[in-house]
């Protein structure tokens, strides 16, 4: 018990499990979509296209919530703009705009240093919020999952079929731009835990590792969650306990559950499926 509750004796910890539990909780949510959609790029894009905003407000001293979310939002407005322009494929329209916006934050910084360190920029620092942070990435984390949690039917809908969304007189332009925005505000609650670099594996791995063993989409949510989650915390307390940095522990421990999800899940397991060809072969050369 000791070890569970000495970390919680300081407050810096507190706040840093409070980031980490809002912000994994928004980008659990938000993966089911992405991974779903096959938006995961569209998450690399805007997760690195918020790097201008964060400088900016770090220059400014406006709140780093403010700043990274008009960059997230110019940045999907952007990718849209040079996607409906059809001159450039759509994959090539996000790496365009994501490489541009973030070669600009890196100008800025060299331009125009600040008292913002460079490394907790690009790999969050999350035992170093404040409380005007820990308020930024809480509104910005209850607007995500209220909205998702709120149009999750129609969203559903537009994601499985969404030419039969449009049949029923969904809006699905309007819910598109809905999962945009949503998208923006789960960058701006993770850039804050794991730093700009590394939220495009928050908005990612909870979802590609709950679709593996769960069969519906309220159970990919529900145990995405729970991926976040069980990351989120043990990489906090492995990153105090070993002196490392938590961001990055906290990926790698979710990319360790998404490992073990890929070799075990139950059906899509590499394990499973291995040994159920191997007795569907031996059965077959019974039957011989």
Known sequence: MELLTEPMSYEF??????VVTASGVAGAL????????????????????????????????????????????????????VRESGTVRPDAAMGIV??????????????FPSQQDLHSILFGSVLGVRDSDLVQVLVVSAFTVIVLLAFRRDLILLAFDRLHAHTLGL??????????????????AGVQSVGV??????LIMPGATAQLVADTMRGTMALAV???LIGGVTGLYLGYYADLPPGPVVVLTQAVIFAAAQLLAPRRGVIPRAVASARGRRSGMMAI
Do not use: K, Y
Request: proline share 2%.
């Open 13 to 18: 910890m507190r706040r840093a499990l409070l």
């Open 30 to 81: 938000l993966s089911c979509w992405l991974v779903h959609m096959g938006w995961s790029l569209m998450g690399d894009a805007v997760s690195h296209a918020v790097l201008p905003g964060v400088v900016i407000a770090a220059l400014t001293g406006i709140p780093f919530a403010v700043g990274a979310l008009v960059a997230a939002l110019i940045a999907v407005w952007l990718i849209g703009a």
């Open 98 to 111: 994501f490489t541009a916006l973030f070669s600009l934050g890196l100008v800025l910084i060299a331009r």
């Open 171 to 188: 809006r699905t332009r309007a819910l598109t731009a809905l999962l945009l925005a949503t998208l923006a505000t789960a960058t701006v």
């Open 197 to 202: 670099i590394l939220v495009v594996a928050t």
């Open 226 to 228: 729970v991926v976040a």
